[in-house]
């Protein structure tokens, strides 16, 4: 039986990006690997942000727009830190005592954000260029979020 995951999202910067004209625009492959992971498997998807709960609206209303919305299950979320290894903690916490079970907890961050990430997480996904991420903790470096289906739908993510 394949694990259930808890997927986290590092959301500045993993499932949202700032253009230089300064507008919010979604990043290479989220709408559509969150699209696909919600229909083909039992993943819980969380965002975590160093936003505070206050200024999560402006957070949510930019995911909305970008039609991430839909994916995400915010009670699970974490918010309000930048310290990601705390954010991490918390939506394990949130997400273990809603599902009443233990979820196999993925970070997927940048490249900046995997040392904090490991040791709070059971598996620490890079989103970046190059394989540097690894030698920080990474257990797998993708280039974009649609490479994250395939290893969560074969199980080999964790």
Do not use: C, F
Not at 23 to 50: C, D, F, Y
Not at 141 to 154: D, G
């Amino acid at each position: 039986m394949a694990d259930r995951y808890l997927l986290l999202y590092d959301a500045e910067g993993v499932l949202i990006r700032e253009t230089d004209a300064g507008e919010k625009t979604r990043t290479a492959g989220s709408w559509e690997a969150m699209s696909q992971l919600s229909g083909r498997t039992n993943a819980v998807q969380a965002p975590v942000t160093a936003l505070g709960r206050d200024e999560t609206a402006v957070l949510m209303k930019e995911v909305t727009g970008l039609g991430l919305d839909r994916y995400l299950d915010l009670e699970v979320g974490a918010y309000d830190s930048t310290d990601l290894a705390a954010l991490v903690t918390t939506a394990r916490g949130l997400a273990n005592a809603k599902h009443g079970t233990e979820l196999v907890v993925v970070a997927i961050t940048d490249a900046a954000g995997v040392s904090a990430a490991v040791g709070a997480a059971d598996v620490v996904v890079a989103v970046a260029d190059d394989e540097a991420p690894k030698a920080d903790g990474a257990k797998h470096v993708i280039k974009n979020l649609l490479e994250l289906v395939q290893l969560v739908l074969e199980n080999r993510v964790a």
